[in-house]
């Protein structure tokens, strides 16, 4: 069964940094793009990063500069490294992975960042 799990999640203060993982059951995801997602309470959810099969990155404008989306295709892991964290990045943050006309997500991991 395909499935994402996230980890990395925790409490940080402003300025801090956290970095998160998510792991890919089965190594066909190591042919298509993944992204993070995040989720603030009474909000939509909302891109973060993607990374294609290849490498190549994206970031919402929130995000640039302070977050990196990078994956090990060998460990079938993609992880974003947050750093510089704001008040406004307390989220959910979600693995994604659509493959074909099937969309997976993880479970989320909460990120608080809080003084």
């Known amino acids: 069964q395909v499935q994402l799990v996230e980890s990395g999640g925790g409490l940080v203060q402003p300025g801090g940094s956290l970095r998160l993982s998510c792991a890919a059951s089965?190594?066909?995801?190591?042919?298509?793009?993944m992204g993070w997602y995040r989720q603030a309470p009474g909000k939509q959810r909302e891109l973060v990063a993607t990374?294609?099969?290849?490498?190549?990155?994206n970031y919402a404008d929130s995000v640039k500069g302070r977050f990196t989306i990078s994956r090990d295709n060998a460990k079938n892991t993609v992880y974003l490294q947050m750093n510089s964290l704001k008040l406004e990045d307390t989220a959910v943050y979600y693995c994604?992975?659509?493959?074909?006309?099937?969309?997976?997500w993880g479970q989320g991991t909460q990120v608080t960042v809080s003084s």
């Open positions: 089965g190594s066909i995801f190591r042919f298509y793009t």
């Open positions: 990374i294609t099969s290849g490498g190549s990155t």
């Open positions: 994604n992975a659509p493959i074909a006309s099937t969309v997976y």
